[in-house]
Structure formats: C-alpha cells, structure tokens
C-alpha cells in the first residue's frame, strides 16, 4: 500500500508538499496519482505522473497551483501545492495504475490511508 503524508493546517495562500512511499514495493513503471476527498463528496483527481515523470496531467481547479513530481531513486513522489484555498480542504491519498491518462479513481490502486489537509480562510 501506499502512504500519503505532509498534511496539516495552513492559511489560504500559503503551501505545503505532501510524500507519497511505498511500503514493501518500488513504484516501478506504475503512473502515480493523487486524489482528494472532501466531507461529503466524491474522490476526485487531482494530478498523475508517469514513470518518467516527464509527463503528468491535473485536475483543471489545480492547474497552475499543484505540481507532481516523482523521485524513483527514493522511491516518493510528492504534490506540491502552492496558493491553497479554503475548497482545497480535503484528505489527499495516493494510488497507482497501469492506465495512461485516466482521471478515474476506479483505474487506480494501492489506496492507503490518506493525509488530512486543511486551509483555513
């Protein structure tokens, strides 16, 4: 499985990076994502990688905000998210897939537990 952590209480516009191990297993060639779900609402995509890194896909309310990345010599892959707001409160969780390209949560696996992050206003 995998862990997300780095989460925790910030203002809105400020920033925080959230890690993303593995536990027992290399990310290999898997696309890394993250996803977040807010109380209440569904899961939702927030950013994928390849096994490359070179290439990543964002939801468009992170656009421009959020940056993934993936460091395959440590085995992480991290979300940078910078300009926070209030609606980016959510529990943030990591999973992995073999589907290029898909935003479903469904494709994905390896859920963990999640890491809680709050913006306050």
């Known amino acids: 499985q995998l862990q997300a952590s780095g989460g925790g209480l910030v203002q809105a516009g400020g920033s925080l990076r959230l890690s993303c191990a593995a536990s027992?297993?290399?990310?290999?060639?898997?696309?890394m994502g993250w996803f977040r779900q807010a109380p209440g609402k569904e899961r939702e995509f927030v950013a994928s990688?390849?096994?490359?890194?070179?290439?990543?896909f964002y939801a468009d309310s992170v656009k421009g905000r959020f940056t993934i990345s993936r460091d395959s010599a440590n085995n992480a892959v991290y979300l940078h998210m910078n300009s926070l707001k209030p609606e980016d409160t959510a529990v943030y969780y990591c999973?992995?897939?073999?589907?290029?390209?898909?935003?479903?949560?469904?494709?994905?696996?390896?859920w963990g537990q999640g890491t809680l992050v709050t913006v306050s206003s």
């Open positions: 999973a992995s897939t073999t589907v290029w390209g898909t935003k479903r949560a469904q494709d994905f696996g390896s």
């Open positions: 027992g297993r290399s990310f290999g060639t898997y696309i």
């Open positions: 990688t390849g096994w490359r890194g070179g290439s990543t």
